[in-house]
């Protein structure tokens, strides 16, 4: 092919179509991005949004599946109004972003900051805020509802009652804002690594950094990240504001002279609010999914607990009673199969009685197929009783039918005979009792949907950019722990 002829008045040259090919593959490539970008975007907000409905599903079925007598009740308020609360949010699509700190940090201020308004009180004294409060936050979030709660200082008088205060908002809350003002004392490090302790995705603020000269404001924020906090937080949680700066302005005295006066200067907290909107729209709604199910894990074992404590003893008397019956029963029948049918007919009831205590709907035929599965389960003492019962009871109704002939010689072998069987069934009757209350009560748990099952889900679709995939191996940690023991009083 022939090059086409030079014209000097034409801008053409072999390189420029080759430039137009690069920059048009350029431009398809950052398509192709874009496009995968939003692609896994989308996914992403799809498993938000199923570990959302999965979340909110279980828990419903947990406070449906509570069945608590009054007296179970008792004691339990907190838990209890903690599920609805915790179902609530689920339901309204409401999610919670709490600021802990030490007094005089600038939490209400910061918050002031993100809403735009002043709404939260700031001033000089020590210790304004009292109790916690939360405002509406309108943000573009995936979720229905942001509040932002602020909370009393960490470290003010009586502060054990706000630090329990703050531990009870921290426990109802989705994300965490820990807000500093310089290096952290050792009261900061503690209360940071309490709430770390509850599995909540922190963001730790480094306010009033315009109080510090640069070089001393990276110098501290270097100690917090490497030395303070390095087992905490990574450096991507990390985020430096000046929520409410004070810039010097010059005035003109009545004299004319000048002076410097400090102001106050529009919040620097671009970055802050980036963060926190980042987090919103890649998981928003897992986080209240998340910290929901934490909740419900947490509160519904000691419900659980409590529940099968005092449904215990009323299991005890239960098998007791028929244990009794079954004994007796046995003792005074001196007829085989009469025996043997009154006897299964004491420990159906027995395990039907358990069955309706436990709140696990089953029917006669379930309660035989229990008694079956147990009994073949306790192997040589079911055979054992079964052989020794047919044995005693044919050589106790020959017995029985001699004594009037013997002049009642044949009653004290007669009463030895009845004697042994009655222990050999109250025996057996007892060991099926406690096999079908084990089996029962831990049918009575919230099962494979559950709390757990919920959070493993939500835990395995973390994305490796996810604030929570710090924390994934605590939170992993809590779900292998065995549920807090409760006494019944």
């Known amino acids: 092919m022939s090059r086409p002829p030079a014209d000097s008045d034409s801008n053409f040259s072999i390189d420029r179509p080759i430039a137009d090919l690069a920059d048009l593959a350029d431009r398809e490539w ?26 909110r599903e279980s828990l419903r079925s947990l406070v449906d599946r509570l069945d608590l007598t009054p007296r179970e009740r008792a004691g339990l308020e907190t838990e209890l109004d903690g599920l609805a609360q915790m179902l609530d949010k689920l339901e309204t699509e409401r999610l919670q972003i709490a600021v802990f700190g030490a007094v005089s940090r600038g939490k ?28 509406h936050w309108t943000v573009p979030a995936t979720v229905g509802r942001v509040e ?39 009261i900061e490090c503690e209360a940071l690594s309490q709430l770390r302790e509850a599995g909540k995705p922190i963001l730790l603020v480094f306010n009033k950094i315009d109080q510090f000269p640069e070089t001393d404001r990276l110098e ?23 929520a409410a700066p004070l810039v010097a302005q010059v005035v003109q005295r009545p004299d004319g002279s000048l002076s410097a006066q400090l102001e106050r200067g529009e919040p620097q907290i671009e970055d802050l609010k980036l963060k926190i909107l980042e987090v919103l729209a890649r998981e928003g709604k ?15 074992d000691r419900i659980l607990a409590r529940k099968l404590a005092l449904r215990d003893r009323a299991a005890e008397r239960l098998i007791w009673n028929g244990t009794i019956g079954k004994a007796i029963a046995v003792a005074l029948n001196p007829v085989v199969v ?12 027995t ?17 035989i197929a229990l008694i079956k599965t147990i009994a073949i389960g306790l192997g040589s003492l079911s055979a054992g009783e079964w052989i020794a019962r047919l044995g005693l009871s044919a050589l106790k109704g020959l017995l029985g039918l001699s004594t009037v002939a013997t002049g009642g010689a044949a009653a004290v072998p007669y009463l030895s005979i009845a004697a042994t069987q009655a222990a050999i069934a109250g025996v057996s009757s007892y060991a099926i009792g406690q096999a079908a209350k084990t089996y029962l009560a831990n049918d009575a748990s919230w099962g494979p949907e559950g709390p757990k099952a919920a959070i493993a889900r939500i835990l395995a679709a973390l994305d490796q950019d996810s604030i929570v995939k710090r924390i994934e191996g605590e939170l992993w940690a809590k779900l292998r722990r065995r549920p807090p023991a409760i006494n019944a009083p």
């Open 30 to 55: 950052e398509a192709v991005d874009r496009e995968l970008d939003e692609a896994i975007a989308s996914l992403a907000n799809l498993d938000g949004e199923l570990a959302y409905r999965q979340a």
């Open 108 to 135: 209400s201020s910061l918050l002031n900051a993100l809403l735009g308004r002043s709404i939260f009180e700031t001033g000089p004294t020590h210790g304004v805020t009292r109790s916690s409060r939360s405002v």
């Open 148 to 186: 932002l709660v602020d909370t009393p200082g960490i470290d003010e008088v009586n502060g054990a009652t706000r630090a329990a205060l703050a531990r009870e908002v921290g426990q109802t809350s989705d994300l965490i804002l820990f807000v500093v003002a310089g290096d952290m004392t050792q």
């Open 220 to 242: 501290i924020y270097r100690k917090i990240r490497d030395d303070r906090l390095k087992e905490l937080v990574s450096p991507d949680e990390i985020v430096m504001v000046a």
């Open 286 to 300: 897992a986080l209240v999914a998340l910290n929901s199910m934490l909740y419900a894990q947490a509160a519904g």
């Open 338 to 349: 009469l025996d043997l049918i009154g006897g299964a007919a004491i420990d159906t009831a």
């Open 351 to 367: 395990v039907l009685a358990l069955s309706r205590l436990y709140g696990v709907p089953m029917g006669q035929r379930g309660a």
